[in-house]
Structures are given as C-alpha cells and as structure tokens.
C-alpha cells in the first residue's frame, strides 16, 4: 500500500533513454495498466463514486497510492467500536487529509479509546481540516488510562487540531467529560480566526442529572464568534449574559439547550433578554431538551426555565419519568408561532406508572377541556413532529391531530401497546384514516420497532436513544 506519504499524484514512471534498454521493459511500462499517468488516474477517480472510486483502487498498489488525495476526502467518517475492525493504516492517512471528520467511537470500550486518541493525533497534523465533529456512545468515557491522558495529552492535541487550520465546525459530540473543558476549546478557537467558525457543539448529556460538576464558562468567550450559524449549549450557562454576548452573530440561525438540572445559584434567562434576542435574531429556532431532569420537568419548566418570549421551535423530553400536562398547554399559547416539534419520551416500566395515564386521565375527567396536544395541532401552523412513548393516548385524539396538521405532519410516533381506544370513538379503520389523512403508510409502532430501553429500563442504555437524537438537532 505504499508509505505514509502516499504519492498522491506521483511522476509517471518512464523508462531511462539509455543505449542498453530493454524493448521488453519499455513496453512493459507502455502497456501496462498498473502504471497509468497519474493524472489520468486523477481524472478517471473524478468520474467515479466514493464506493466506486474504493473499489477501482484495489487493483493494484500504485492505484491504491493515487487514490490519497486530498479532493477525494473531502468528508469522511471514522467508526471505532467493538464490533468493527477498521484499516487503521488507512484510517491514519486518511485523518491526515480529510476537510470534514465525523469520529464515532465506542466510549466504553477501553481499546476503542486508545485508537480515538491515535486517531486524533493523526488529525492534529492535518492542515485541511474543516470540521471535527466527535460521536461517542455514551456521555462518559470510562476509561481510567484516558482519564489520566485526557488533560496532559488527548486534550492538548484535541486543542491543536482546532489550531491547526482554523475550524468551521467542532462538536464535543456530547461528551460529559470533554464539556469540562470548553473553556480551553473557546480560547483556543477565538484566537485563531473566529469568523470562520459557523457551528459549535458544546452542549453535554449527564451521567448523574442530581449531581454533575458545573464548568464555568464565561460568555465573553462567544464574543469573537462573529458567523456563528448554530451553538448548542448546556442550561447551565445560558443567562442574559450569554444571550447579549451572541449579539454580533447575526447569521444565528439555531440556538440549542440541554436542561439537566438547576442549580440554586443559575439565573437563567430574564424576557427583556428573549425579547432583545429575537429582535437581532428573527430567524433563529430555539430547541430545548431536558434529559434525565427528573425535578425540572414538574417544578421548573414553564416557571423557571421557558419564557414566554424565547423563540421555541422544538421541545424534547427525554427519560424524566414525568409529562407536564401544564406545559403542554402551555407550548401553544406560548409558541403558536415557532413551535415545530414536540418529543415526550420514558421508558415503559418507569417508576411512576401512574404517570403514563396522565394523559387519558385528564382526557376521561375533563371530557370539555381540549387534549393539549390536540390545541397545539390546531394552534401551531409549522407543527410537524409529535413524539410520544410512555404514555397512553386515545386513538381518537391522534385522528384529530393528523386532521388538523394533514400531510404537514411529517412524524407522528406512538407505541402500539400505548394507543387506546374509547367506548365512544366509533370509526372502523382509524390507523388508515391517519395514514389517508398524512399521505403515507402509517401504524403504531410495535414492540420490536421500539428501543429496547423504552421497552424497559432495565433492557438498555438511555445514552444509546438520547445522543443519536440530540446530536441530530446539529445537522
């Protein structure tokens, strides 16, 4: 396969003029198609698909070499995890000339973490990097060796990646244990040229939401970040402070917010500081996720933490064991206007059972007051998302929904288990009047569609639904 350097686009091999040369040789080189140009090689690559282009390199080493350069690993994905055996000779040159890298790797696995540490070094020497946007598995990298490494080593190399060519997109990838050190990564990133950064993923998902340490983040930091496109943020720093300080980014287009907890000390946000925020940012859509915040959801949420002014488009509530029927009548008087999506999502065997029939309870004991998320339906003209698993709803109700929102609704998730019917709702086929109504094939989901931890608690691991899910609100 070559060396590292790969001789990209390396001289055509010719034959020496001499007086003793072989004819044979020379039309060995002639003809031979191991030793096309390489820049007819380069040309015949630019034609090609990524998987073509893999494949055609096979065919022998100096195709191999050629296909190294830099045009064609524009982007790239890099998986380390257990079940998987990469190429990682490969792997290395391909960090070293990559614009846009995705990292996955398996946090728990302890020999997954090495190679994301080797990886990262070989990235660090990458002056065409662009992008760096990290996916572990999990919120936390249990890993004694790494935790030893992680400030004198991974992190001062993670650090010089982003100085290396200034970054236009960087992601924690939700890591609890590298949103420590945004502080250093903000530093380091504002020195360089800030104006060229449009995307910063910095918001974390917590192993303990009752006790985590709190990192002080100062919010003249994201004064320098001037293009900013979209940030995401635990709730921890977001006050007005911060809120002005974006004021120069005037290209925000998606601010996002992960509520743990609240400490006694946080301020939070004021409505002066949302109305001022909207007032530079009209177009900007602000998603909140609060993710094992077991307290907040029914204590907190619309007295402390959402604001009637904020800019909402998209609420997600992910393992609170908890539905706030006051919020959710909240979200379309609030929000009419901006809300585009409501997720709602805990495990089926959650501890207070009696929760998940919150929502029929109020539907059988309050039969004239609207179902909440019916109101939002009729209310919220963008609303395009409803999620809802854990809980029990009247089939009635999600005809109603897909009635009101059409063929605008483009996702409507319950679990089969979860949908009911009342003795009074009458209409033979409502599962194919909702998929009439939306223009698709549409049911509850079954058992099996279900991740095992919404099946239970005890048959998986949160982090494995909830990073997929959040790390989405940054495509």
Known sequence: MGNDNCGFLSDWPVAKKSKTAD????????????YLPSLVLFKIYSMLGHKDRISASSACRFWRQNLYHPVFWQEATFVTDGNIAPNYYQSSIVARLVQNATVKFNSLCPDCVVKFIALLQSLSTND??????????????????????????????????????????????????????????????????????????LASVKYDSNYYPICDVRAELFLPFINLEMLSIDYDILDDDLLDNLENAVNLQRLIVHVHGVSDDHKGTTEEAWIRFKSRHADCQLRISFIHAYDEPAIYMQDCILKR???????????????????LNVLSMWYPATLRSIVWVDSHNQDSQSSSWCLVRHSDTNGDEPNPLVMAAWRCPHLEEIVLLGYKYYVEDLVAIARLRGDKLKVLEVAAEDALYSHMYLSPAPIDEIAKIIGKPWTPLKLSELHPVIRSSDEGDSDEYVLPKVLADLA
């Open 23 to 34: 004819a044979e040789v020379i039309n060995e080189y002639v003809h031979n198609w191991s």
């Open 128 to 201: 065409n990097l662009k992008s760096l946007l990290l996916q572990p598995t999990y919120c936390h990298i249990e890993h004694k060796i790494f935790k030893v490494y992680l400030d004198k080593t991974s992190l001062t190399r993670l650090i010089q990646t982003c100085c290396r060519k200034p970054l236009q997109r960087f992601s924690i990838g939700g890591s609890e244990d590298l949103s420590q050190h945004i502080p250093q990564f903000l530093e380091v990133l504002g020195s360089a040229q800030p104006e060229k950064v449009l995307l910063l993923g």
């Open 309 to 327: 002014n904020m800019p909402l488009s998209h609420l997600k509530v992910f393992f609170c064991e908890h539905i706030n029927l006051d919020v």
